[in-house]
């Protein structure tokens, strides 16, 4: 490769590669050699083969790696990569969001304190311990969300919809490894998130997703472009403009979760990255703008602000679910493939595979993406095509599975900290 301007890239896809690419950068590709797509070592000048979740780790072979060709900036799109990137920014004196910035965001009690702090907003949350901190928690603030207090993608996180369901919620946190948790103010609405942009510090919104959520708080579907009116538009967006001023990010994606309470826009949680579950794909279609290639094109400096116009079509996820137990057979994939409609369908699961009951996103067992003349066309045909894809399951045979945070969570240390996860 020929190009002078470097750039390290903490996990990620081939595609994403080939984005920061055509921007004019080389990579430092920074993966763990067991997860990597191999194609994408054809995409990069140098590949650092080692466990991208080890922020202080991987900030070391940075430095060595920058002392020898400057890097400008070390990022990640993925959720396991932000703390490394924000590690080793820091550590290397770079441009770009450091671990002031993600550790606000990650570190769902320092957000709500800060937003408490600064008048954002007052949605109330403590740390509990077990069954007497949760129920005078409940009998403060009324219905209650229990969390990790760090995590994403709905991991460990339960509804106590009065004192009644203390015992048995304080009951399954102990179980599941939840020693210390996070209470929150439950916010009644509909949910939609947020896509933004930040351009050294001016915020723009992409786009606004609309969801569909199952008891348990896992997302089922999203839809864009959201059925907001423009008064309605405006005070989320400035609720996310004043959030993201707070946490003080400057530049890059964000994706923020706001749900619509009867007393106006509040905030659940937001991040330094774009939206996972797809919704990248969604504002691609609907709004024409590829998320991954405008950060890149930016870092750069090889483009203006970018704003989104009016939508072109409606655009919807639909996830696959199936009743719990092992996988028998998977019917009715290519003739939804087929669907002129359909802009990717994804089955995680196959014959043999386990499937549970849906607790977080892990447990969906896969997705299909539709375009539609508007955003009811695209979650109407999208519903109607996931029914579509059936998975045949037989009951479990045998003890249940163990199902604490430990077993499940990908990252438990990241959810808990490593003392809990000891414990």
Request: hydrophobic share 45%; glycine share 10%; proline share 7%.
């Amino acid at each position: 490769m020929t190009g002078t301007r470097r750039i390290a890239i903490i996990g990620g896809t081939p595609a994403a590669l080939r984005k920061a690419r055509a921007a004019g950068f080389e990579v430092v590709w920074v993966h763990h050699p067991h997860e990597l797509a191999a194609g994408g070592l054809a995409e990069v000048s140098e590949a650092l083969l080692t466990d991208y979740r080890e922020p202080a780790a991987v900030a070391e072979l940075l430095r060595a790696v920058h002392a020898r060709r400057p890097v400008e900036r070390v990022v990640s799109m993925i959720e396991d990569g932000l703390e490394t990137a924000a590690t080793a920014t820091d550590a290397l004196g770079l441009p770009g969001t450091g671990t002031a910035v993600v550790g606000l965001l990650q570190d769902k009690l320092a957000f709500r304190s800060l937003l408490s702090a600064r008048a954002v907003d007052p949605t109330a949350a403590r740390i509990g311990h077990g069954e007497q901190d949760l129920r005078t928690f409940v009998e403060t603030y009324g219905p209650t969300v229990v969390k990790p207090r760090y995590g994403s993608g709905s991991i460990g996180v339960r509804v106590v919809h009065g004192p009644d369901e203390v015992p048995e919620v304080a009951s399954w946190a102990a179980g599941f490894g939840l020693h210390t948790f996070l209470m929150e103010e439950y916010l009644r609405g509909p949910e939609i998130s947020v896509e933004a942009f930040s351009y050294a510090g001016r915020h723009v919104a992409l786009a606004h997703t609309a969801k569909e959520t199952l008891d348990s708080l896992v997302e089922i579907a999203h839809v864009q472009p959201a059925a907001l009116t423009p008064e309605l538009t405006a005070a989320v967006d400035d609720l996310v403009v004043r959030m993201l001023d707070a946490v003080g990010l400057r530049d890059g994606p964000s994706h923020t979760e706001v749900k619509l309470t009867p007393d106006g826009p509040r905030l659940v949680e937001s991040h330094n990255r774009r939206g996972g579950d797809r919704i990248a794909d969604l504002v691609g279609e609907v709004y024409g703008i590829d998320i991954d290639a405008l950060a890149w094109l930016w870092y750069a400096g090889r483009t203006e602000p970018v704003a989104p116009g009016e939508p072109r079509c409606g655009a919807a996820v639909r996830f696959l679910t199936a009743e719990p137990g092992v996988v028998e057979a998977v019917t009715g994939a290519d003739a939804v493939r087929a669907d002129p409609h359909v802009v990717d369908l994804q089955i995680s699961v196959g014959p043999g595979d386990a499937v549970h009951p849906i607790a977080w996103s892990y447990d969906r067992s896969g997705l299909v993406i539709v375009r539609g003349a508007d955003a009811d066309d695209a979650r109407e045909r999208a519903a109607e095509l996931a029914d579509s894809v059936v998975i045949r399951t037989t009951p479990h045979e045998g003890p249940p599975p163990d199902r604490s945070i430990a077993a499940v969570a990908p990252r438990p240390d990241r959810l808990l900290g490593p003392s809990e996860v000891s414990g």
